[in-house]
């Protein structure tokens, strides 16, 4: 029996060119999985986070009539340092502190004032400068811890720390406690906030008219959620909503809602990240159960509300994010 014209053509051409057979052996097998699982070859994408600029020291004090210095550093949108970018530097209240080109601050009078950089649309957070005319006097005010995070009816006690222009501690300081939404958080004269509904606060502490930088409060309920968006970088969809849940026994399950849907993929897996992206601190809670509908995924013990803040949905073979939601 005569083989068919293609066949005979591709027994000549391996005994012909052997290497020239396995390479077009090669290139129909990657074409079919291509077609098979309609996955794109690309790398993982850097994911965009907001330009930003930072900005140091952030908390800090001179004499009356001496300088002090600030540096500041441009990030982009895929979080690197951007070197040689030209700062506008300011003041809020030039008449306490003025500041140079060069991130010079000079002391002109007591009090406080605020100073910011700004670069390419971007501006960053105020730094706290405080101008005294007694080195001894309370200069600087840090309360620690620096963030925290409690439960509905749960307490954390801070601590305000005076410390004079050297950055000696005076002791005996008594400070004024501020809550920046009473409604969510309060804090006593003692310095002991307590948590009464979720969301997030700022609690500052002021001593002999010095104020300190906020400190971030998160107060938690029992769950936290958010809404999945597809990575833009890719063709794939991904929508709906996670929930992750804290159980009446403690542990915690992550749900998918009934408006989940994904596009199909080879090994689609679960991943719990700090970040946006998957990496070796993620936690992987296993194979995507199904594209679309409710689907619940038990989280190991030892995990919190706050351990991490995205839900992943990543292609592992071909290391592809389809999509994410930012737990909040």
């Not at 410390?163 to 409604?183: C, E, I, P, Y």
């Amino acid at each position: 029996m005569r083989l068919p014209n293609r066949k005979r053509r591709d027994r000549k051409l391996a005994k012909d060119c052997p290497v020239q057979h396995l390479k077009r052996l090669f290139l129909t097998t990657a074409l079919f999985l291509v077609a098979c699982v309609g996955t794109d070859f690309i790398a993982e994408p850097t994911m965009t986070v907001p330009a930003r600029i930072v900005i140091a020291p952030t908390n800090t004090a001179v004499g009356v009539g001496k300088t002090t210095g600030f540096q500041a550093a441009y990030y982009d949108n895929q979080g690197n340092q951007i070197p040689d970018v030209a700062f506008q530097w300011s003041s809020s209240d030039p008449n306490i502190a003025s500041i140079d080109a060069n991130g010079q601050a000079l002391g002109h009078d007591t009090g406080q004032t605020k100073i910011t950089a700004r670069a390419r649309g971007v501006t960053s957070g105020a730094a706290i400068l405080t101008v005294v005319a007694n080195p001894n006097q309370v200069a600087r005010v840090v309360i620690v811890p620096d963030s925290g995070n409690i439960g509905i009816g749960g307490t954390l006690q801070f601590a305000a720390l005076a410390q004079d222009l050297n950055g000696q501690m005076l002791s005996d300081r008594t400070a004024n406690w501020r809550s920046s939404d009473a409604t969510i958080a309060t804090v006593s004269s003692t310095g002991l906030a307590t948590g009464l509904q979720p969301g997030r606060v700022n609690i500052s502490a002021t001593v002999e008219g010095v104020e300190s930088s906020a400190v971030r409060l998160t107060i938690l309920g029992t769950s936290r959620s958010g809404t999945f968006t597809r990575n833009p970088n890719t063709s794939y969809n991904v929508s709906g909503t996670a929930t992750l849940a804290q159980q009446p026994n403690g542990g915690l399950v992550l749900r998918l809602g009934s408006d989940f849907s994904s596009s199909n993929g080879p090994r689609l897996e679960v991943f719990l990240s700090a970040t946006n992206t998957v990496g070796a601190n993620s936690l992987n809670l296993g194979g995507l159960q199904r594209t679309s509908g409710v689907q619940s995924y038990n989280v190991p013990a030892g995990v919190t509300l706050t351990t991490y803040n995205w839900v992943i949905i990543h292609c592992v073979p071909f290391n592809v994010t389809f999509g994410h939601a930012q737990l909040r």
